[in-house]
């Protein structure tokens, strides 16, 4: 049974555009604030982010490498009609518009922290699914052990296409384990809004205990593989990007400290946290890597 981790009380209103009585009415009686119980320490490492925070302060490198570039340039993806591809080991493989594939998949809210490699953080009440129900409603084959993922490639639209040190589409992979613990979830709102654009409409990946670079944005292909799955970044530079890519603050990155963080929304000035083990979620989520050498499985 899930436990209230963070609350409306840690995540500021949108009261540029929606009062909290409006907020309230847009979440329901039904919506959930979901997570497991966390440490007071872990409690104690939390600030509230606005709407406009995490709406404005993105890294989607097809729109741009800069941090507004995202919500700048993405306006112009067009995400309705939008098709997903399931293949690989999966008994009901095939071309899914979007609404047919996750229609029926009851959405709650989860309030998770976001950590990001670059070593800034936020706090994002995300609306979605449990990735679980969908791999269970496609049928997981004998033999899967892992799921990957590719992002569109609209190079009508995004214009960070064009731009070299990467190769498109952008791909990432989860464990199968991983992929099917509650924590992880696809996002497809925020705030109880649809999920905008630069936040990786229509639907996304959230895995909070891992660096925010393995949430991969506008997904068009979910593959269940029995191989370990490409993963962009981790190709692109493996010394610097892992294939797990677990928060781990005794594990530097090669160009800056991991030890701790800077919280979006205090300016030039925010005081810097320590970052927490799998970023707070390490009751939960530690057995799954029992035995395995967490320096060396970056």
Not at 11 to 34: C, D, E, F, Y
Not at 54 to 82: C, H, L, R
Not at 127 to 140: A, D, I, R
């Amino acid at each position: 049974m899930f436990k209230p981790d963070l609350t409306h009380a840690d995540v500021t209103p949108k009261a540029a555009w929606m009062n909290r009585r409006q907020l309230i009415a847009a979440l329901g009686a039904g919506s959930l604030a979901s997570g497991l119980g966390l440490s007071a320490r872990a409690q104690e490492a939390l600030t509230p982010n606005t709407y406009e925070e995490i709406t404005s302060y993105n890294n989607f490198y097809e729109f741009g490498t800069g941090k507004s570039d995202p919500a700048q340039n993405a306006g112009a993806m067009v995400t309705n009609p939008w098709t997903v591809k399931v293949d690989g080991l999966v008994d009901n493989p095939g071309d899914y518009a979007l609404e047919d594939l996750i229609g029926d998949l009851p959405t709650e809210e989860r309030i998770y922290r976001f950590r990001c490699v670059e070593a800034w953080s936020m706090v994002v009440p995300w609306n979605g699914f449990e990735l679980n129900k969908l791999l269970s409603k496609v049928g997981v084959q004998q033999g899967a052990k892992y799921v990957s993922f590719e992002t569109a490639v609209l190079p009508e639209v995004m214009n960070g296409l064009r731009s070299g040190g990467l190769e498109w589409p952008y791909r990432e992979g989860l464990r199968l384990d991983e992929a099917m613990h509650p924590l992880t979830i696809m996002a497809t709102g925020i705030y109880g809004e649809p999920i905008p654009n630069q936040n990786g409409a229509p639907m996304r990946l959230v895995v909070p205990w891992k660096y925010g670079f393995k949430s991969i944005k506008s997904i068009v292909r979910i593959s269940l593989t029995d191989e370990e799955p490409y993963a962009t970044w981790n190709q692109t530079n493996p010394r610097e990007y892992g294939f797990y890519a677990n928060v781990n603050p005794q594990v530097d990155h090669p160009r800056w400290s991991q030890a701790s963080e800077r919280r979006i929304g205090g300016g030039i000035f925010a005081r810097r946290v320590d970052t927490l083990m799998f970023n707070g979620y390490e009751d939960q989520v530690a057995s799954l890597y029992d035995g395995m050498d967490l320096t060396a499985q970056f």
